[in-house]
């Protein structure tokens, strides 16, 4: 097995409710390294091109605007199966159903929101890991 890169955003919830240690916490613990990592307010481009799959669908447009309304931290981080690995640690999409020990499933509920907010973003596969780590961090493509 190789060590992967994944991409990893904490989502401006995450940043607003100053979870942005404990989430990094939790994926130092773990065991992967940060080999990146920057805040900033993301641009309709970099969300267009992050959320590309999602374009057309009812909660589309929420999501990009909750994506851009404040400051998100971008991190790129590596190690063995850290795609699926920081997907398990992520948990869930819907706070609901994320288990316990989850980021997700500990650390946010659902709201009454036409978007789920659900603190952070993980690539799904090696092509998205890619395809995203060059979208925020293109100085490593
Ligand atoms: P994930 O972030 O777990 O990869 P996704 O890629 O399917 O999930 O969706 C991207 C984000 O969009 C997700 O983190 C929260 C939001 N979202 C997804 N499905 C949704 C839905 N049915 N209603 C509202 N928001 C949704
Ligand atoms: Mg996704």
Avoid at 8 to 15: F, H, I, N, T
Avoid at 103 to 130: F, K, M, T, W, Y
């Amino acid at each position: 097995m190789t060590a992967q890169r994944t991409l990893v955003l904490l989502k401006p919830d995450a940043v607003q409710r100053g979870l942005r240690g404990e989430i990094l916490r939790r994926i130092e613990a773990k065991g992967y390294d940060i080999i990146a990592l920057a805040q900033r307010t993301a641009t309709a481009e970099e969300l267009a091109a992050h959320y590309a799959e999602h374009e057309g669908k009812p909660f589309y447009p929420g999501l990009v605007e909750y994506m851009g309304s404040a400051p998100l931290v971008a991190i790129v981080a590596e190690g063995v199966n850290v795609i699926p690995g920081f997907r398990s640690l992520a948990g869930a999409t819907n706070p609901t159903e994320a288990a316990p020990g989850t980021i997700r499933g500990d650390l946010s509920c659902e709201q009454d929101l036409p978007v789920i907010q659900n603190l952070v973003h993980g690539s799904d596969s090696e092509e998205s890991a890619a395809r995203e780590i060059g979208i925020w961090f293109p100085e490593l493509g």
